[in-house]
T-cell receptor, first 116, second 109 residues
């Protein structure tokens, strides 16, 4: 149980275009999902906390107009990187809390974004 | 956000050796978690700890929730090549997860 699926696993896009990343909880309903960015050989950097049915809470320094987060259902949250630039290239990972195991987080497989 | 102090940063060990890594914080946590991340993948939960002093095992892995609630350690016994990866600790408090800086483990066959 507690499976989180993230798609796509890899994406290459041109500068100026937008990219959508999906995060799904497959066998539980997640009221809260988290989006992280990870640079090579570094830890996870929290970008925003996504709550079902309400606006996401962004961490300081994260542009909410650039990284659009939508959590429209209890099993799906999306992160859209708008007007992508090469410096947005990174590894993006989502996680979700299982209400049945409230203090555990389960991660998606991650998305490697390359902006050319 | 706050990151936990995790050590060592990296380890190079021979297959069969035991491994120990730890995480410390200046703040108290209600839950400690340990994850393993393989290259290009998301972290996978290894062990979750819920009570101060709790000692929990998962196969060759053993983790403890420190009495002060400000630290935790993870031990891996009899390491094998597939133990290679980056290990992260995480503390949970106030609807947020705080992650350690990671320990990169290399196992030499």
């Amino acid at each position: 149980g507690a499976v989180v699926s993230q798609h796509p696993s890899r994406v290459i896009c041109k500068s100026g275009t937008s990219v959508k990343i999906e995060c799904r909880s497959l066998d539980f309903q997640a009221t809260t999902m988290f989006w992280y960015r990870q640079f090579p050989k570094q830890s996870l950097m929290l970008m925003a906390t996504s709550n079902e049915g309400s606006k996401a809470t962004y961490e300081q320094g994260v542009e909410k107009d650039k990284f659009l987060i939508n959590h429209a259902s209890l099993t799906l949250s999306t992160l859209t990187v708008t007007s992508a630039h090469p410096e947005d290239s990174s590894f993006y990972i989502c996680s979700a809390r299982d209400p049945g195991r409230n203090t555990e987080a389960f991660f998606g497989q991650g998305t490697r974004l390359t902006v050319v | 956000g706050q990151q936990l102090n995790q050590s060592p940063q990296s380890m190079f060990i021979q297959e069969g050796e035991d491994v120990s890594m730890n995480c410390t914080s200046s703040s108290i946590f209600n839950t400690w978690l340990w994850y393993k991340q393989d290259p290009g993948e998301g972290p996978v939960l290894l062990i979750a700890l819920y009570k101060a002093g709790e000692l929990t095992s998962n196969g060759r892995l053993t983790a403890q929730f420190g009495i002060t609630r400000k630290d935790s350690f993870l031990n891996i016994s009899a390491s094998i090549p597939s133990d290679v990866g980056i290990y992260f600790c995480a503390g949970f408090r106030g609807n947020q997860f705080y992650f350690g800086t990671g320990t990169s483990l290399t196992v030499i066959p």
